[in-house]
């Protein structure tokens, strides 16, 4: 089993910046692939970004590509996710995940607000 953390969430006007982190339990991160989705309100959950477990590759929705950086601390077993040049449309709450293999694990999320 593997708990996950978010922080980092808050309200910013358009244009700023905010960096979300995701803390995990367990001695085995480094094993699995982290990212982050979100959800706005009367939307479906949409992917945001992805981190391999291996060599650090990354994938990134169009939406935040060039804007967004996921990276991940395997010593501190965290993920963070680095969102600069935010919109309103970037409004939703942000949920990190952990996943190996068939195992998923998912956080509570963390509210980001962007106002105009």
């Known amino acids: 089993q593997v708990q996950l953390v978010e922080s980092g969430g808050g309200l910013v006007q358009a244009g700023g910046s905010l960096r979300l982190s995701c803390a995990t339990s367990?001695?085995?991160?480094?094993?699995?692939?982290m990212g982050w989705y979100r959800q706005a309100p009367g939307k479906e959950r949409e992917f945001v970004a992805r981190?391999?477990?291996?060599?650090?590759?990354?994938l990134y929705a169009d939406s935040v590509k060039g804007r967004f950086t996921i990276s991940r601390d395997n010593a501190k077993n965290t993920v963070y996710l680095e969102m600069n040049n935010l919109k309103p449309e970037d409004t939703a709450i942000y949920s990190c995940?952990?996943?190996?293999?068939?195992?998923?694990?998912w956080g509570q999320g963390t509210q980001v607000t962007v106002s105009s």
């Open positions: 367990g001695r085995t991160f480094s094993t699995y692939s």
């Open positions: 995940y952990a996943q190996r293999g068939s195992d998923d694990f």
């Open positions: 981190i391999f477990s291996v060599g650090g590759w990354t």
